[in-house]
């Protein structure tokens, strides 16, 4: 149980345009939805939280109109990356919470964002 | 200071032998403490989580935890091939956002 789909795996896109990332939680309600970025070889940064019906909380730093949160569903959360810059690009991985044999967090399996 | 720091890797073990990875965390009031792996271009996979003093095991794998110390440690016993990553240590202070430590590669050389 506890699979969290990430869509899509892979992503080239051209400068200036605007890219959509798909979170959703299969078996489970996710009330809460965190957004990380990684870099090469450096660790997972969060990005922000994404809460079912509500506005998302963003980190410090991190521009709240360049990475659109929505989280309309209990499964499901989406990130569009607005306006895409080569410096966009990156590794971006979702992460759902659960409650199941408590232990809260499962990751999806990230998608690999290249802008040109 | 950062939030997770872990030893600097990266880790070379032979085949068979034990890899030691360490954490540390500066907040007190963290209340649970995970160890994820990732394989190079992958997700985070979780591996083991830890709530309370002392040792958890689950197979080849020993968490211990020492909160007066603010100190987690991963043990992998009988390193194989298929375990060279990067290990993660994750700390939750109980607001369910995860803090993650950079990271420790290990090799484990056949």
């Known amino acids: 149980g506890a699979v969290v789909s990430q869509h899509p795996s892979r992503v080239i896109c051209k400068s200036g345009t605007s890219v959509k990332i798909e979170c959703r939680s299969l078996?489970?309600?996710?009330?809460?939805m965190f957004w990380y970025r990684q870099f090469p070889k450096k660790s997972l940064m969060l990005m922000a939280t994404s809460n079912e019906g509500s506005k998302a909380t963003y980190e410090q730093g991190v521009e709240k109109d360049k990475f659109l949160i929505n989280h309309a569903s209990l499964t499901l959360s989406t990130l569009t990356v607005t306006s895409a810059h080569p410096e966009d690009s990156s590794f971006y991985i979702c992460s759902a919470t659960h409650l199941s044999g408590g232990n809260g967090y499962t990751f999806g399996s990230g998608t690999r964002l290249t802008v040109v | 200071q950062k939030e997770v720091e872990q030893n600097s890797g990266p880790l070379s073990v032979p085949e068979g032998a034990i890899a030691s990875l360490n954490c540390t965390y500066s907040?007190?009031?963290?209340?649970?403490f995970f160890w994820y792996r990732q394989y190079s271009g992958k997700s985070p996979e979780l591996i083991m989580s830890?709530?309370?003093?002392g040792d958890k095991e689950d197979g080849r794998f020993t968490a211990q935890l020492n909160k007066a110390s603010q100190y987690v440690s991963l043990l992998i016993r009988d390193s194989q091939p298929s375990d060279s990553a990067t290990y993660l240590c994750a700390v939750n202070k109980g607001d369910y956002k995860l803090s993650f430590g950079a990271g420790t590669t290990v090799t484990v050389r056949a």
């Open positions: 907040d007190r009031v963290s209340q649970s």
């Open positions: 830890i709530y309370s003093n």
């Open positions: 078996d489970f309600q996710a009330t809460t």
